[in-house]
């Protein structure tokens, strides 16, 4: 029987599957908010540490860059460890990051405290990722999926607001207080989901690098990682921009920003839920297809051109909701390209690929777009048909890996 039927998509869910889920994506959601949480405090961030404005990028710059070095180190380590094992260190290193970020004194300790956090972070998302494909099944991994991604926009949500009015309160250490605190309590939940396993067997460096080095030359994993590459490279490219766009280019008025997030989130999270269910449903291929026609047809009407009468909020709300939902797609596809033994490196693999193509999607946008006296971007529709041209390789290269990959054997994790 084929694992997309809808007699096996709605099978019931065991409760240890659904512990190890909710475990799980709760503690994305800590990982998501600590890394949020920079953007909004940028200007309390400036004011206290004595950082000019247009040098903070420099927080959120060094952050993804150990993301990435820590996502190349991970593809290489991370599976000598028991899954349980690795996401408990991981998961107290980034309590323990994050918290030193609110005891920084200075630019130059809260900088490196970032760094820190990124390194310790990043295997957590990988770890994350590869337990979701070790315990649940094919014909029930879009949905899992779309419950651990959906994280980022619960945290757009409740976790950014909420770390601002901590702020407000008690100073901008407060929020980094918070989270690890929260951090402290999810990570007992997170771990009461994630059966015992035995660690893999001792390997030597030679044959780890032998081992990586047949992953990373098998076609599908190489297509994985260029579709990882290339769809996070062409979000990226407006992503940065598009808070600008909408207030200076379309007219959004700044008291109207929050509420944009806040539909834009909303929509993302029930759009990646209803996602993941038809993937199980119908595969990858044809949910990909469909949202990212409805992604290019969103860029073609209001990014190569200016729209007349379109409200900005909508423009801003659906473009959230087409760049998360085909996540779900992506991610889904991902874990069926890594055998068991694998699936924890190459999620840090393409952890790293996917923080490179976010840093080559903003420089892509430096080189493009330009502002006016009055603050509207110039630009956009040349940088919009390079996000277009990005958008549709990545369906092209699900389908292609779907076919290459075909569907999992039964008695296969």
């Known amino acids: 029987m084929d694992v997309h039927e809808p007699e096996a998509a709605e099978e019931a869910v065991p409760a240890s599957e659904r512990l190890l889920v909710l475990g799980l994506s709760a503690l994305q959601f800590v990982h998501v908010l600590e890394f949020m949480i920079v953007m909004p405090l940028g200007p309390d961030l400036g004011r206290a540490l004595g950082v000019p404005a247009e040098k903070l990028g420099i927080f959120g710059g060094a952050y993804t860059l150990a993301a990435f070095f820590a996502g190349l180190a991970g593809s290489l380590v991370l599976d000598r460890f028991a899954r349980r094992q690795a996401l408990l260190w991981s998961g107290v290193a980034m309590v323990v990051a994050t918290a030193l970020c609110g005891l920084a004194t200075g630019a130059a300790s809260f900088l490196t405290f970032r760094i820190l956090a990124g390194i310790a972070g990043g295997p957590v998302t990988a770890l994350a990722v590869a337990l979701v494909a070790d315990v649940v099944p094919l014909k029930r991994r879009g949905r899992a999926m779309g419950t651990l991604l959906g994280a980022f926009s619960v945290a757009s949500i409740l976790g950014v607001p909420a770390a601002l009015m901590v702020a407000n309160l008690a100073g901008w250490p407060a929020p980094f207080f ?51 590459l290339t769809a996070s490279a062409g979000s990226f490219a407006l992503i940065p921009n598009l808070s600008a766009y909408l207030q200076h280019n379309l007219g959004l008025p700044r008291t109207d920003l929050p509420g944009v997030y806040l539909l834009g989130g909303v929509l993302t999270f029930l759009g990646m839920q209803a996602t993941g269910r038809i993937v199980d449903r119908l595969g990858a291929p044809g949910p990909a297809w469909a949202i990212t026609a409805g992604f290019v047809g969103l860029l073609s009407v209001a990014f190569l051109r200016e729209p007349a009468g379109w409200p900005p909020a909508l423009v801003g709300a659906l473009f959230m909701f087409c760049n998360g939902t085909r996540v779900v797609t992506t991610g889904t ?67 292609w890996l779907d076919r290459r990959v075909g569907q999992e054997v039964p008695n296969r994790p």
């Open 178 to 228: 918070a989270t690890a605190a929260l951090g402290a309590l999810v990570l007992p939940l997170a771990m009461r989901g994630i059966p015992t396993s035995a660690p893999p067997p001792v390997r030597s460096p030679s044959a780890i690098l032998a081992g990586f080095g047949n992953l990373v030359r098998r076609p599908e994993a190489m297509a994985g990682l260029l579709m990882t």
């Open 333 to 399: 596809m991902s874990t069926r390209i890594p055998r068991p033994e694998e699936r924890a490196g190459f999620s840090s693999l393409q952890s790293a690929v996917q923080n490179l193509g976010s840093a080559l999607g903003a420089a892509v946008g430096t080189l493009f777009l330009a502002s006016r006296p009055d603050g509207s971007l110039t630009g956009i529709p040349g940088l919009t048909t390079v996000t277009i041209v990005l958008a549709m390789s990545v369906p092209a290269l699900l389908t």
